[in-house]
């Protein structure tokens, strides 16, 4: 038993060290990422639920490693936030989306453009300055997604700095809600103008008791507070159907669309148009 414990532990110990320089190694190569041009794009569209009109596309980050091939934002962006690397890859996340939408705007098709913003970024008032002469300049349509948790950090930075990005017309969306630690409070204080569901209640929709009680309530309740609201992971039409019956404002997921690279959205917008 005790060779076995021993045997646990070392393996397990092996596994930690592996991980972990797993991670420095990432770090490191995150480090040259942007400079060596392997970071892009990729963009799933918004339907609005009751027209089947695209409303908008979210940007979704993509690292190109030359080695390990495209990794998920999920394994680069926290180590991104924990090395103030999320900064510079957040201004070229909006740089590149404004060009996109600029590209899009000339081909026809004038659509918003959502963009994900960190906690640790929010708060940040060199950064918001920045953002807001961005979007300004590019006359750009575009959408924050915060989460609430961003405002636990800074609540006065990050609500100063809301406030700021609404007055210049910028969209603010609460993403992922109800996946944390969700308040009532947060919702009163956010200046927001949409509320995304998280994922996590829209799979259970059509199978468990509760999940279609929970967004029934939150659609209820976001409406109330004069909010859109987005369902995200829209998989199936049986979820589909009744989210448009919950009056659901927009709908995003893999069953409208995966998240596209910008030459792959603009034939999806064009095919959506002449439909
Ligand atoms: P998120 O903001 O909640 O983005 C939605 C995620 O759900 C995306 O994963 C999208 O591909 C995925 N998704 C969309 N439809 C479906 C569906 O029907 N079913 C399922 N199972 N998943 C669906 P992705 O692209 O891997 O992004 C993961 C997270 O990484 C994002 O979650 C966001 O928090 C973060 N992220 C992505 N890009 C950026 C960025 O530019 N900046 C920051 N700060 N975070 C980003
Ligand atoms: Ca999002
Ligand atoms: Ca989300
Ligand atoms: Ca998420």
């Known amino acids: 038993r005790a060779q076995d414990l021993h045997a646990k532990l070392t393996l397990f110990s092996m596994q930690d060290h ?11 190569d995150l480090r040259g990422a942007l400079a060596q041009d392997q970071m892009f794009l990729c963009y799933q569209p918004k339907l609005r639920a009751r027209t089947n009109h695209v409303d908008g596309v979210e940007a979704l980050l ?19 936030e924990e ?5 510079a890859l957040t201004e070229w996340v909006l740089e590149q989306a404004l060009r996109d939408q600029a590209h899009l705007r000339d081909a026809g098709h004038e659509i918003s453009f959502s963009i994900n913003i960190s906690g640790r970024l929010l708060a940040e008032q060199s950064f918001a ?97 004069e909010m859109e609201v987005t369902a995200e992971g829209v998989e199936t039409p049986a979820a589909l159907a009744l989210l448009r019956v919950m009056g659901c ?19 999806f917008l064009t095919r959506q148009h002449h439909r």
């Open 18 to 28: 592996a991980d972990l320089s797993d991670r420095l190694a990432l770090m490191r």
């Open 62 to 80: 993509r690292w190109r490693h030359s080695e390990r091939g495209v990794i998920p934002p999920d394994q680069f962006i926290p180590l991104a």
């Open 83 to 87: 090395t103030g690397q999320i900064r």
């Open 129 to 225: 300055d920045w953002a807001l002469a961005t979007v300004r300049k590019a006359h750009g349509r575009i959408a924050f997604e915060v989460t609430e948790t961003a405002v636990i950090d800074d609540p006065d930075g990050a609500l100063r700095n809301l406030r700021a990005f609404a007055d210049a017309g910028i969209w603010i969306a609460i993403d992922d809600y109800g996946s944390g630690l969700s308040s009532l409070a947060y919702l009163k204080a956010l200046p927001a103008n949409e509320l995304k569901i998280d994922k996590m209640f829209i799979s259970g929709l059509t199978s468990s008791h509760r999940d279609p009680l929970l967004v029934r309530s939150t659609i209820e309740l976001a409406h109330a507070l």
């Open 249 to 267: 404002d927009i709908v995003q997921g893999f069953l409208i669309a995966r998240a596209l690279p910008i030459n792959e959205l603009e034939t």
